[in-house]
DNA sequence: CAAACGGTTCGACGGCTGTCGAAGTGTTCC
DNA sequence: GGAACACTTCGACAGCCGTCGAACCGTTTG
């Protein structure tokens, strides 16, 4: 299914979680609307994208968070030479279907994973409410811009979802690009104990 | 590179991380020899195998573990349909390139993160010593089986191999499957809390 | 040295599938 | 009601690529 260059560019397209119309992923993988309809009729047989209609329009979405963490764990592979410009702003924060990736969701997850933080405390986010949903609670991706882990499973939605909450991190129009706030700034540098000149590398 | 049926088998015969022949993975995917090279040759070029020579014959591995954790990933997609009789047995206890897989695999790994859990410390693992190596030290697979998440990285081989050391989980030839002995049934009971009766399900 | 064997290269065949034009259905908007 | 629009189906074309037979190279074995 990935195999082809126009369904990897609709199902890229939609890895920031969002539905998108068919005739928007057609212009995303360059191809005309009869094309994009037999190819988006594919994905969702294989499960891969679900889709509601709105009007006249339908719109699509990845099915799970499977589907993502394949695709990223695909991109690593090739990702060994140099990065496409397109991809080089997404290097710093991007969201990863529901959670947080690239340098700052991968160090984030670094401090995350030392032993004795309070980190989740003081967020006061609510493992044990997290554990009896049916998803995962801990699960990693490989990023494929830093090829090193980050969280992903309910606990790295829960926690994108309270960054944006609090306005730490905003997402960019059609893209998966997230940007720092200045209260995301000194919230992550409080918390995770960062350095104020990590945030330089955006 | 995954998408042509042969090459899949081709890769998925190499998922324990051993090295095979060619000749041996033309017969695993079978095709003829022409094709097989051909394929291999692919696979090579694009950085997901290695081979290495000994007389006149070729013997090919996974690249790395980055390999095998896109197939693990990508499996899950597949998987709802029914299992191939041939997978049933792997469905227990199975090294996923250098760590553990499977019900076992996912169960360790859930009591492993436990809070409070003493497991690495009773187990005697090193992790400064495994933090110092350059690849990541925690990871999570994404069992295509459980669709649960597995120890990788760095300590998820270290633990499968000190599991071969004591002679708690023994490898079985030509094969992804690990066969619990009774002295492994005993120490993971001791060590992990788990039920006796967990074994009953191989 | 000759035979056997593992692997590779070349070339030709065949099938699969991605592509778009044209036409059709249902929805929205004026 | 009629025009514009989003999406789908059908059909035909074209190109890509997996496949194997045949021939070739290098190593091993008797």
Redesign the interface.
């Known amino acids: ?3 082809d260059p126009s369904r990897a560019a609709m199902v890229l397209a939609l890895m920031d979680g969002r539905s998108r119309s068919a005739k928007k992923l057609a212009l995303d993988a360059g191809v005309s609307a009869q094309t994009a309809s037999t190819h988006l009729r594919k994905l969702v047989d ?3 994208l679900v889709w509601q209609g709105e009007g006249r329009s339908k719109y699509f979405r990845l099915a799970g968070a ?2 993502a ?2 695709v ?3 991109s ?2 090739d990702v ?1 030479r140099a990065l496409p410009a397109a991809a080089r702003e997404l290097r710093f924060a991007r969201c990863c279907y529901d959670h947080l990736a690239g340098r700052l969701g991968v160090a984030l997850t670094e401090r995350l ?1 030392q032993p004795g933080n309070t980190v989740l405390r003081d967020l006061g986010i609510d493992l044990a409410a997290l554990e009896s949903s049916r998803r ?5 991706c ?1 990023d494929w811009t830093e ?3 980050h969280v992903a ?1 309910a606990l790295g939605a829960a926690l994108l979802q309270r960054y944006k909450d609090e306005r730490w991190l905003a997402a960019v129009q059609e893209s998966r690009k997230l940007v720092v706030t200045s209260a995301g700034k000194s919230a992550f540098s409080r918390l995770f104990d960062l350095p104020p000149a990590f945030f330089a590398q955006d």
């Open positions: 299914m990935l195999a294989a499960n891969m499977d589907v963490q394949a990223e764990a695909l690593t592979l060994p994973l995962p609670l801990f699960r990693c490989t090829r090193r882990p499973g």
